[in-house]
């Protein structure tokens, strides 16, 4: 039962930004198991958007395995909820590939974040996170990622990137990317930047008669799209990214 689970603070560096008083009532002991078998492909997706099934919290936990040869390709948009959390506890056995593309936008006082931990458990797997914040108001977006690599995981090849991007003033975006390497023949990078709409691009834009929201809304999409650039349902991937440009549109 909750009552007797310890709820983090603050002072957790996995729980670090989050708005841990929403998780009074929460089950913190609630963990989805993904086990993927040899060989075997697995896709799966989280939209948290607008609706009447949408909570003020919003946690989902998930812990992966992902077996030698198998492959694991998850896509998330936070777009709703006062605090929205994904994290996601993924173990690489050999050869395996892990692939996440993640989005969250928001504005008010929410929160919206990513927490992985990626552990390459055995030689030659690989791993890809691709993470984009959009946030206005006082909105906050994190991504908190660890990459594990222990000491025979040798011929690992992983990667994390992260780009925030603030609308207005007030709003804020945080990135923790963290690697853990014990092996000595990897491959291993991360990368995490913030920054504002390049105010040239929408000068140029402008000049050639696009209005000032449209303009916005093409440099947001393009910003948002590496997310789910690995997708390769066209169709899915497009109703996705635009749940996250409607929820831009009507804040802004």
């Not at 913190?28 to 949408?54: C, K, V, Y």
Request: hydrophobic share 40%; proline share 2%.
């Amino acid at each position: 039962m909750n009552s007797v689970i310890e709820l983090p603070t603050r002072r957790e560096e996995a729980w670090r930004y989050s708005r841990v008083e929403r998780l009074q009532g929460e089950n913190l002991d609630d963990w989805r198991i993904i086990d993927i078998a040899e060989g075997e492909s697995f896709r799966d997706t989280l939209l948290i958007a607008d609706g009447p099934d949408t909570r003020p919290t919003e946690l989902h936990r998930w812990r992966v395995t992902v077996g030698e040869g198998a492959r694991c390709e998850l896509f998330a948009v936070l777009s709703s909820a006062e605090y929205a959390r994904l994290e996601i506890e993924v173990t690489l056995k050999q050869g395996a590939h892990f692939e996440l593309g993640g989005i969250t936008v928001g504005g008010r006082e929410t929160v919206r974040e990513f927490v992985t931990r990626v552990v390459h458990a055995e030689p030659e797997a690989t791993s890809n996170q691709t993470v984009r914040s959009v946030h206005w108001g006082h909105g906050t977006g994190n991504f908190l990622g660890n990459i594990d690599v222990v000491r025979h995981a040798q011929k690992t090849d992983a990667a994390q990137d992260f780009k925030g991007l603030l609308l207005e003033k007030g709003a804020s975006v945080n990135a923790v990317p963290q690697l853990e390497i014990f092996a000595d023949d990897v491959k291993c990078a991360h990368g995490a930047s913030v920054g504002q709409l390049d105010e040239t691009a929408r000068f140029y834009m402008g000049a050639r008669g696009l209005s000032p929201d449209l303009a916005r809304r093409l440099l947001v999409q393009a910003f948002l799209g590496d997310a789910l650039v690995a997708w390769d349902d066209e169709g899915a991937r497009q109703a996705m990214m635009q749940v996250a440009l409607d929820k831009v549109d009507k804040a802004l």
